[in-house]
């Protein structure tokens, strides 16, 4: 069964697909940099950074620094968890997204 974080993961995933984005998940497998956000994504020229959480949980330390990091360097940094998920095409496109019904 998958925890609460990796949920919020796979909607982030299938988002990126729907919008035509390159991602991956960036695990360090001991070999990299910790704090690297969890995903990382491609989008019209615009690096991603995304940090997923669930249940409260704060990013730690690190993967703030991280995400600043890549801020100052032009990129987006985002932290989603299942409050905002539904925010993150407007995210990534900063197209706004109205979800209205048609009242005819």
Do not use: W
Not at 16 to 30: C, I, M, P, V, W
Not at 36 to 46: E, H, L, T
Not at 64 to 93: F, P, W
Request: hydrophobic share 40%; charged share 25%.
């Amino acid at each position: 069964m998958a925890t609460p974080e990796k949920k919020v993961k796979l909607k982030v995933c299938a988002k990126l697909k729907e919008l035509g984005a390159y991602f991956f998940y960036a695990s360090t497998g001991g070999y990299g940099a910790s704090g690297v956000p969890d995903i990382i994504a491609s989008y019209k020229g615009r690096f991603i950074g995304i940090e997923c959480k669930a249940n409260g949980n704060k990013a730690t330390a690190l993967q703030q620094k991280h995400l600043r990091e890549i801020s100052i360097a032009g990129g987006i940094s985002l932290i989603i968890d299942e409050t905002n998920i539904d925010m993150l095409e407007y995210y990534v496109t900063g197209k706004q997204i109205f979800n209205m019904k048609d009242k005819t």
